[in-house]
């Protein structure tokens, strides 16, 4: 990978506005002479004289050289030789930043985090600072940290739930009582469930109904509807290694119908005549 001549100076686009010129590569035309302007442009940046910089960075970056376009960009940010403008400034780390150079698609992504010359849009935020990041940018894994917080828990047992029924429905079912072991020990209700139906039933595990009882309690405790079903059933019939009782067996299927289960509904009525 050739670097071109403002990524060898990876400090040197660092302010707090829009940092980084680092590693890049001209994708468009990379005659010499094109890279020569460009290298003046940042000599003269380098030395305060703004106004030159810019003029050969505009020289360069008309003639699609990435390294340029990101440099006239920066400076229409910050007004550094030319009166800022947000949007003009997007308008050139756009065009570097389409032809796969890192610093200007972080430069791009920050626009949009910031709303800095175009509406403030997370999604394209990310969507820049992702393709930045994917060329090794450190800053732009920081920024996505930033904007990404780490999936909840709750989410993650939820895809293992799915995943599991899943599983379930193709009759894979020691995967599927896996994936529900995983997201029930998460406290995931729907989860617990399921791997109480797998105990009682035997699938993908040894049958157990001691394990299923622990597993529908645990569910039903967080007011799972079939959960309190289960509870009741295996009170009324004393399964499970608990003693029958009537009792407890008419309070769960109460919580089940209360949640409009037919089912309970019948119980109910059943254990009245």
């Known amino acids: 990978m050739k670097h071109s001549p403002i990524a060898e100076y990876a400090g040197w686009l660092i302010p707090s506005v829009v940092a980084v010129c680092s590693v890049g590569v ?3 035309q990379d ?6 302007v460009c290298h003046q442009g940042l000599e003269y940046f380098k030395i305060k004289e703004y106004e030159k910089a810019v003029s050969c960075f505009r020289e360069a970056a008309e003639q699609g050289y990435a390294d340029a376009q990101c440099g006239l960009g920066y400076c ?3 007004g550094e030789g030319v009166a800022q403008n947000q949007s003009e400034a997007v308008k050139w780390f756009r065009k570097a930043a389409e032809q796969g150079y890192a610093a200007a698609q972080y430069n791009l992504a920050t626009c949009y985090a910031e709303g800095k010359g ?3 849009d997370k999604e394209e935020a990310v969507k820049w600072f992702r393709k930045a990041a994917e060329q090794g940018m450190v800053e732009a894994e920081d920024r996505l940290r930033e904007l990404e917080p780490p999936v909840s828990s709750f989410a993650l047992s939820e895809e293992l739930c799915n995943q599991g029924l899943k599983f379930y429905n193709s009759k894979e079912y020691e995967k599927a009582a ?19 139906a797998c105990y009682s039933l035997g699938k993908g595990v040894s049958e157990d109904s001691a394990e ?5 309690r645990k569910s039903a405790e967080q007011g799972h509807e079939y959960s309190c079903l289960m509870l009741g059933i295996y009170y009324e019939c004393g399964k499970g290694g608990v003693d029958k009782d009537i009792a407890e067996a008419e309070k769960w299927y109460r919580r089940a119908a209360a949640h409009g289960n037919l089912k309970a509904y019948k119980k109910l009525e059943a254990l009245r005549d």
């Open 178 to 196: 896996e994936c529900f072991r995983q997201a029930a020990e998460q406290g995931h209700a729907q989860a617990q469930f399921e791997l109480g």
């Open 26 to 28: 001209c994708l468009a």
């Open 212 to 216: 299923a009882l622990k597993w529908f």
């Open 31 to 36: 005659s010499s002479s094109v890279a020569e």
């Open 76 to 78: 229409y940010a910050l």
């Open 118 to 120: 175009v509406v403030q």
